[in-house]
Antibody, heavy 115, light 110 residues
Framework: EVRLVESGGGLVQPGGSLRLSCAAS????????MHWVRQAPGKGLVWVSR????????SYADFVKGRFTISRDNAKNTLYLEMNSLRAEDTAVYYC????????WGQGTLVTVSS | QSALTQPASVSGSPGQSITISCTGT?????????VTWYQQHPGKAPKLMIY???KRPSGVSNRFSGSKSGNTASLTISGLQAEDEADYFC??????????FGTGTKVTVL
């Protein structure tokens, strides 16, 4: 069974940092592009970032450029999102998803930025 | 990059058909045959329902269909059922390296 499990979310103060992880299983992780998508409470989905299967190409939404970094460790079947200079508006559930079709999605991890 | 425009809500009676629109621009929806649709039930992760405008993943009911004309993509749900009540989001390439979602549509089964 293809499975994605996010972790690393929590409460962080404005200006702080957090690293999210997405553990993949049930498929050959190193063959697939991976994405991060977020959803603020009660709001819609917003695309955040994408990384090529070998990590050589990364892209970001404009609102996270310079603050967030996507990476992966294919030996550990894990995707990461390093988030710095966090703002209140970054509060959201963060999902990882496989391929450009975004299929499947993990269950998400909640990041709350508040003092 | 602005979000694609969807109606906030659409409703229908069981058995009816409904269509959800997703309007972008000539730079996103109009430029790529890469529109996907997702269903999200409350408190759950989104689920892929349609990819590449009109293709259905294995396991998705054939009551769901997709199409595109110009800058507007559409998702049609035929034979509406109670379990179809959920939020639906479209998504498109915004550029060859970035993506943009729609504003989301709440589907209510009357």
């Amino acid at each position: 069974e293809v499975r994605l499990v996010e972790s690393g979310g929590g409460l962080v103060q404005p200006g702080g940092s957090l690293r999210l992880s997405c553990a993949a299983s049930g498929f050959t992780f190193s063959n697939f592009w991976m994405h991060w998508v977020r959803q603020a409470p009660g709001k819609g989905l917003v695309w955040v970032s994408r990384i090529k299967f070998d990590g050589s190409i990364k892209s970001y939404a404009d609102f996270v450029k310079g603050r967030f970094t996507i990476s992966r460790d294919n030996a550990k079947n894990t995707l990461y999102l390093e988030m710095n200079s966090l703002r209140a508006e970054d509060t959201a559930v963060y999902y990882c998803a496989r391929t450009d079709w975004l299929d499947p999605w993990g269950q998400g991890t909640l990041v709350t930025v508040s003092s | 990059q602005s979000a694609l425009t969807q109606p906030a809500s659409v409703s229908g009676s069981p058995g009816q058909s409904i269509t959800i629109s997703c309007t972008g621009t000539s730079s996103d929806v109009g430029s790529y045959n890469f529109v996907t649709w997702y269903q999200q039930h409350p408190g759950k992760a989104p689920k892929l329902m349609i990819y590449e405008v009109s293709k259905r993943p294995s396991g998705v009911s054939n009551r769901f269909s997709g199409s595109k004309s110009g800058n507007t993509a559409s998702l049609t749900i035929s034979g509406l059922q109670a379990e179809d009540e959920a939020d639906y989001f479209c998504c498109s390439y915004a550029t060859t390296t970035t993506f943009v979602f729609g504003t989301g549509t709440k589907v209510t089964v009357l």
